[in-house]
Nanobody, 123 residues
Framework: QMQLLESGGGLVQAGGSLRLSCTAS?????????MGWFRQAPGKEREFVAA????????IYADSVKGRFTISRDNAKNTLSLQMNSLEYEDTAVYYC???????????????WGQGTQVTVSS
């Protein structure tokens, strides 16, 4: 079992930056899992944002965030991060941290989920 807790969300103006963090705890070994970020805007389905493999050598991003967001992890600290720059109004959503066995853009492939943190971008 792995528990995930997100932090770092908030209100920011368009063009600004935020850094989200996700801290893992529990019996599961963090470094054995691929980690990812998803988001869900009001009235929309949950969508993939970014994912990273167990060692951090491979990352994938949704086209909508490429070049603006950076995913990273620190296995020694059991933490996952998402640096978000040049934020746009359309980035407004609840952001979820996820852990699973595959580096995938499909939410069904992920086993563990956090409760989410709200990111609001004002235009």
């Amino acid at each position: 079992q792995m528990q995930l807790l997100e932090s770092g969300g908030g209100l920011v103006q368009a063009g600004g930056s935020l850094r989200l963090s996700c801290t893992a705890s529990g019996r599961a070994v963090f470094s054995n899992y691929r980690m990812g970020w998803f988001r869900q805007a009001p009235g929309k389905e949950r969508e993939f944002v970014a994912a990273i493999n167990w060692g951090g050598s491979r990352t994938i991003y949704a086209d909508s965030v490429k070049g603006r967001f950076t995913i990273s992890r620190d296995n020694a600290k059991n933490t996952l991060s998402l640096q978000m720059n040049s934020l746009e109004y359309e980035d407004t959503a609840v952001y979820y941290c996820a852990g699973g066995p595959r580096t995938s853009d499909q939410s069904d492939d992920w086993t563990y989920w956090g409760q989410g943190t709200q990111v609001t971008v004002s235009s």
